[in-house]
């Protein structure tokens, strides 16, 4: 009779060492999921935004140089692969390394940002926008307030 409980309390503890394993495992999971996924969110709107920047500082380069900005993204890209000045020294002008063909795409969904000029005032202005519904990250405005034009909603 002692070898049967024996047995049996052997095999209760075993099923309950697995049992608290597996519980301890699902714990941890639980609380680290949700912050890695917080994490991961904010490490790409920082890659978002520092792309947006990045833009920001190509744009006002072209604006010096041309006085005005350019009207398409388009534009911008042409210009960018004709400046050789800008091309050796990106490094050091991008907050970021990436690709020059990706540049004007979003790391969060792979969509386009979206620019849009406003020359109908008397300083022209632009407004770039992350693309929605995932982010309401923009710089600049169209309200025509000159005050405005390479403001980061961030910052």
Do not use: C
């Not at 912050?35 to 969110?41: D, M, P």
């Not at 990436?98 to 790391?107: G, H, Q, T, V």
């Amino acid at each position: 009779m002692a070898l049967k409980s024996d047995r049996l309390r052997t095999t209760l503890q075993v099923v309950l060492a697995i049992v608290i394993g597996a519980l301890a495992y699902f714990l941890y999971y639980s609380i680290t999921e949700p912050y890695e996924a917080i994490e991961r969110e904010q490490r790409i709107t920082e890659e978002v935004r520092n792309r947006m920047s990045d833009i920001r500082t190509v744009l006002n380069r072209y604006e010096r140089d041309s006085t005005t900005y350019p009207d398409s993204l388009d534009q911008l890209m042409a210009h960018i692969q004709r400046d050789s000045a800008l091309l050796a020294s990106r490094d050091s002008i991008f907050t970021t390394s990436f690709e020059l063909d990706s540049m004007f795409y979003s790391p969060r969904n792979g969509e386009p940002f979206t620019y849009t000029l406003s020359d109908t005032g008397q300083v022209p202005t632009y407004l770039l926008e992350a693309p929605a519904p995932d982010s309401t990250d923009q710089i600049g405005t169209l309200s025509g307030d000159p005050t405005r034009t390479n403001v980061a909603s961030w910052e």
